[in-house]
């Protein structure tokens, strides 16, 4: 899931991305998020999260659009 969202973030034009309480600075999960490149490379899912959606153009630019995915 985590690479879904930041493959998504990264061609929505992020300049990068952040996680928060992630404490193994030795994860190659960083190295992932980080290399959008990379991203498309490996396997990725993406899950639909109920919750306000009238936020997503405060959260990500162009967010509604993913909805219309």
Do not use: Q
């Not at 928060?20 to 490379?41: A, H, I, M, Q, V």
């Amino acid at each position: 899931m985590w690479r879904g969202e930041a493959l998504d973030a990264w061609e929505a034009g992020v300049s990068g991305i952040y996680t928060f309480n992630r404490f193994d600075p030795t994860s190659p999960l960083f190295r992932e998020l980080g290399d959008p490149k990379l991203l498309r490379t490996l396997p990725h899912r993406y899950e639909d999260k109920p919750g306000d959606r009238g936020h997503l153009r405060y959260w990500l630019r162009g967010g509604e659009a993913f909805l219309l995915r």
